[in-house]
């Protein structure tokens, strides 16, 4: 059995990217953007997911930074387009023309970890049996709710439908990450705060949501924010995913105030480029001592 600080499990994608800036072609998936953040931290890190057997290069830059990568071919991978019609980040169109396969218990057998960490990105991808199977091997698991509450429409867009094993999946998680659309989905309301207590009620222990101008945690009964303060916003795909992985990253040693001003820091420098996080852990403890 090979134990790991943090481990990021979701399929991964292969985005195009719509917006005024042009169309771009990015190696995406949850797993990729939250196993660098994880990694800054110095912490031992393995990602687990699924891709076409052609795509196998994914693997190359998550190696390179000392992440152990678990990836298993699928007939084809997950084919995404993101359109950003508006400057209004949290404002895109979604649509899917292929998906991998399931990510299933077998995938991560041998595995051990402090924290699991859910990155899906549409229903299906992980089942509860296996989000089971993964809360068996942590001490602390955490989830990113869109991979639960998207579905592939029959026109092959991404939209959101009542999710059957709500309470069923959620009574499993520690951390729980939500954007302000997801969060506004599943409580009825747009009161991002009243959103975070009504989704905490729903057995998470804490709540980590995401919206356009930073975060906010909900955590123990308290509430913690911080905003994102990107000198230039060039890289919107992938925030929500690098700020839940930096922050379930760092509240392995970290508090939930602590985890909440890191997560926001580190998610500032990831929007201003396309891609997965790339600066070094002293820029963000230098954007820290500044900003925060």
Request: with cysteine; aromatic share 6%; charged share 25%.
């Amino acid at each position: 059995m090979k134990r790991y600080d943090f481990v990021t499990v979701g399929n991964y994608t292969k985005d195009t990217i719509v917006s005024a800036a042009g169309t771009r072609h990015v190696d995406g998936g949850g797993y990729n953007y939250a196993a660098h953040a994880a990694r800054l931290l110095g912490l031992s890190v393995a990602a687990v997911t699924r891709r076409a057997a052609g795509d196998s290069h994914i693997s190359e830059p998550l190696t390179a930074a000392g992440i152990d990568v678990y990836a298993f071919d699928s007939p084809g991978s997950t084919l995404m387009r993101l359109e950003y019609p508006t400057a209004n980040v949290d404002e895109r169109i979604l649509s899917v023309k292929g998906v991998a396969d399931p990510i299933e218990p077998r995938h991560f057998e041998g595995i051990e970890a402090h924290t699991f960490l859910i990155t899906a990105s549409i229903r299906g991808e992980v089942a509860p049996a296996t989000v089971k199977a993964m809360k068996d091997r942590c001490q602390r698991l955490a989830l990113d709710v869109q991979g639960f509450v998207r579905v592939v429409t029959p026109e092959g867009r991404l939209a959101y439908e009542a999710w059957p094993e709500r309470e069923l999946v959620l009574g499993m998680i520690d951390i729980l990450k939500t954007d302000a659309v997801e969060a506004e989905f599943l409580t009825g309301t747009a009161d991002i705060r009243a959103a975070a207590k009504k989704l905490a009620a729903l057995g998470p222990k804490e709540i980590v949501l995401t919206h356009k101008d930073g975060l906010l945690v909900l955590a123990g009964g308290r509430y913690h924010e911080a905003l994102f303060r990107p000198v230039e916003l060039r890289g919107r795909s992938g925030r929500g995913d690098t700020c839940v992985g930096s922050y379930a990253s760092r509240r392995i040693g970290a508090d939930p105030a602590d985890s909440t001003r890191w997560a926001a820091a580190l998610t500032s420098l990831k929007l201003e480029a396309e891609g997965v996080i790339r600066r070094p852990r002293a820029d963000v403890e230098k954007l820290l001592e500044e900003q925060y």
